[in-house]
């Protein structure tokens, strides 16, 4: 719900202006632009009262540390502050340290909350909630990455989205900033850094975490 | 009037002074006879002071700056009521709650207020430059910031509450059934949906309007006080009734006091055709307020247990209907 939110109203006119998302027509095309703001504004209150309302068999300071993870993943430390550090720097030469800033608090912070929630949800102690945490922060960064080197590579219909827009509004990428073949390593540097956070675990337990982050390295759209 | 002494006019008030009730006192409704007599002035000016300086600590700026210059335009607002903070806390300390374990939920719907606040005077919503005579968010910062700000604001006031409500005071239990009772207020069955059919509803919307726009925030704020004190349900349930009646009430003497003034208040509510006043005129307005005043003080009759500690809840009904002084400009 959150980060369905966070699209609604990344695409908005006045934010990364889309109209296609996911193959489709953007919320705001569809329904107009108030009643995205208000559906993204209602998923956002929805997602926090499910939490609190339909979490079952899990101590409540377990779900109010959730609560306190997801409030910090959505807002001006998260999510909201890499959209304005995306804003701010547009048309401006940026290095990757402040790309990453972006990616981290656009993709990862999300990501992070997600697997951090379903740990203490699932009764991890401290120590494997961080472990889980660093694991999530890499895939975060890889998802952004292999977006950079597929906006350049491939098509609208492939992606399912707009693409090219990158190289035509002259937006910092990886690719741009590293290179195509370094950006392409740094794929592989991450992807090994989260399976080597999840080895202190299960393997059988790990494995869906560890699948999901080799689809994200090497998927195509 | 019995303020009007001790009231020193502050240059941001536009409202124009009542010289007589703008709603004719009916017979005693409430139960005390000392009602009158409560200074909830002094009471809610000095709750006003706390709550400005724990927000204004509650969003420090921080990297990037302009989001939380944003945020704090909008939160620290000169001018603001705070009525749903007070309404909370007031709520919390008929049940013998400690007001320091409430200001943190009441700061946070202070927070989610702002938001919503924010969302409403977009381009896109009421199209609103001004809000209490200064700039709009979007105005000041832009559209996209002004979305930002606003999608700051309702998390963090989550996070506020868990991360700042001392739990040997109030259980985790109770935190969570406020953040449930916040998020439902300002979803798509509380606040959004009456900004939405405020868009988009025909024009016998009104009573949703009014009940969702204005009465939810007043229903949850009572409650989360009550919530957090460990009130009974049936308690709740008062407090959830004088909430919604109190919320509803204080938006249609406002759209009574700007229709009958012939001064045009500049930065007020954009005010659409789904208010009382504009759909079924003054006359019938003032009998829905009267009528809205006797079901807030029936909602609190429920409470009388409580003796004098409802006070505050009480004299707000007559605050909200009388406006027998000023604070501020706008809740």
Redesign the interface.
């Known amino acids: 719900m959150i980060h369905t939110m966070s699209l609604i109203h990344d695409d908005l006119p006045c934010m990364d202006n889309d109209a296609l998302r996911r193959g489709k027509p953007t919320n705001h095309i569809v329904f107009g632009e108030e009643t995205a703001v208000l559906a993204g504004d209602a998923l956002l209150s929805l997602a926090f009262q499910h939490v609190a309302i339909s979490t079952r068999n899990v101590l409540p300071r377990r779900v109010v540390q959730a609560i306190a993870e997801l409030g910090s993943a959505v807002g001006s430390q998260g999510l909201v502050a890499g959209q304005i550090v995306d804003i701010c720097s547009e048309g401006k030469q940026i290095g990757l340290d402040e790309l990453e800033y972006i990616h981290v608090h656009k993709t990862s912070v999300l990501l992070e909350a997600a697997v951090v929630c379903g740990a203490l949800m699932g009764g991890g102690h401290a120590i494997q909630v961080r472990s889980l945490r660093k694991y999530a922060r890499c895939i975060g960064l890889l998802f952004q990455v292999v977006d950079d080197i597929l906006d350049v590579t491939k098509s609208s219909e492939e992606l399912g989205k707009t693409a090219g827009k990158d190289l035509e509004s002259d937006k910092a990428t990886y690719p741009k900033l590293m290179g195509l073949e370094k950006a392409k390593e740094f794929v592989i540097r991450l992807a090994d850094k989260a399976m080597e956070e999840l080895s202190g675990f299960d393997v059988v337990t790990s494995a869906p975490l560890y699948h999901l982050a080799n689809y994200i390295a090497y998927r195509q759209n | 009037m019995v303020f009007a002494s001790i009231f020193t006019p502050s240059p941001q008030v536009s409202c124009p002074k009542a010289t007589s009730p703008i709603i004719r006192r009916s017979i005693r409704c409430g139960f005390s006879p000392v009602s009158a007599q409560f200074d909830l002035k002094t009471y809610w000016t000095s709750l006003i002071k706390e709550i400005d300086q724990k927000l204004d600590e509650a969003i420090p700026v ?3 700056q ?3 210059e944003a ?1 704090r335009y909008s939160v620290l607002a000169k001018g603001a009521k705070r009525a749903p903070p007070v309404m909370c806390v007031a709520a919390c300390e008929i049940f013998g709650g400690d007001r320091q374990a409430a200001f943190p939920t009441a700061c946070a719907l202070e927070m989610v207020h702002a938001a ?1 606040l924010i ?1 409403d005077d ?1 381009p ?2 009421d199209d609103d430059p001004s809000r209490r005579g200064q700039p709009s968010n979007h105005t000041k910062f ?4 002004a ?2 700000a ?11 509450i ?2 700042h409500t001392p ?1 040997d005071l109030i ?3 109770r ?3 406020v ?2 009772e ?3 207020a ?3 069955t509380g606040m ?1 949906a009456g ?2 059919m405020d ?2 509803g025909g024009p016998n919307a009104v009573d949703f309007v009014q009940e969702k726009k204005f009465g939810e925030m007043g229903q949850c704020s009572a409650v989360c006080g009550g919530l957090l004190a460990g009130a009974s349900d049936d308690e709740i349930q008062h407090l959830r009734q004088y909430g919604q009646a109190v919320g509803v009430l204080y938006q249609v003497v406002d759209d009574i006091l700007e229709a009958k003034s012939r001064v045009e208040i500049k930065g007020g509510d954009n005010r659409t055709a789904k208010s009382y006043v504009s759909a079924y005129g003054v006359e019938k307005a003032m009998e829905v307020a009267e009528d809205l005043k006797s079901q807030a003080k029936r909602a609190l009759d429920g409470l009388e247990k409580y003796g004098e500690r409802v006070m505050p809840l009480y004299s707000f009904v007559d605050y909200a209907a009388d406006r027998g002084f000023s604070i501020g400009e706008s809740v």
């Open positions: 921080q990297y990037p302009q989001i939380y945020m919503s969302h977009l896109c919503m832009g559209v996209d910031m979305i930002l606003g999608d700051a604001l309702f998390p963090l006031g989550f996070r506020h868990v991360s739990t259980p985790e239990a935190l969570i059934r953040v449930a916040i998020a439902r300002v979803g798509s959004a900004q939405f868009l988009e």
